[in-house]
């Protein structure tokens, strides 16, 4: 069975991930990020995107876990634009970055496969992940990512804080950016809680 796909994110009041400069922003309340570090415990896998990466550098650890506990650290990277200096590739948690197939770049001390040849074959990587023994994939972004898993058919659970922020701008990342769907394609989700956090609303989805 491949791994269960869980979307998690937070986003404005009006649906926005981050500013119109495509800047990192706090919208997570502190009991939020106590659940985020939670449901990142729980999970195999941990999975953004390079312009996550490129954006925001993040460690994608857990604070606090030795190196054994942590989830395996997933970049979907294209064209292969992760820095080398990036801290998603220092030595505390195991990197994959998933490039296309003939993508010329490599990096030290991490594992890089390329799957498809126009864009990432999000099938072939849970084929992939499956035959090492990954449960669960937590994918936090970007909105372009995220929209790729719903596209493929792949999210079976989503939750979203939404924090009490306007964050405003035509052009700011929303959730689920990239091509988006006709009405009639639509992803249809099931709600299935909503809890109070702090100055926001915990939303939970799952595949209806």
Not at 98 to 116: C, D
Request: charged share 25%; hydrophobic share 40%.
């Amino acid at each position: 069975m491949r791994p269960q796909v869980i979307v998690n994110c937070a986003m404005s009041v009006d649906g926005k991930i981050s500013t119109k400069e495509r800047r990192q922003v706090r919208i997570s309340s502190e009991e939020d990020l106590a659940r985020v570090r939670a449901l990142r415990l729980e999970c195999d896998a941990i999975l953004v995107g390079v312009g996550t990466v490129v954006a925001d550098d993040p460690h994608l650890t857990v604070k606090g876990q030795p190196k054994e506990r942590q989830p395996l650290r997933i970049v979907l990277d294209p064209q292969g634009r992760t820095p080398s200096t990036a801290r998603v590739l220092n030595d505390w948690a195991e990197t994959l970055i998933v490039t296309l197939e003939g993508t010329k770049a490599s990096w030290h001390s991490v594992s890089s496969v390329g799957l498809g040849k126009k864009r990432i074959d999000l099938m072939a990587l849970m084929d992939l992940l499956e035959k090492r023994g990954v449960r669960s994939i937590l994918v936090e972004g970007g909105g372009e990512t995220i929209f790729s898993f719903f596209q493929a058919g792949l999210v079976d659970r989503y939750t979203v804080f939404v924090g009490s922020k306007v964050l405003g701008g035509k052009t700011s990342p929303t959730p689920a950016d990239g091509e988006g769907f006709l009405e009639k394609d639509a992803y249809s989700l099931k709600l299935v809680g909503v809890e109070r956090m702090g100055d926001g609303v915990l939303l939970s989805y799952e595949r209806a």
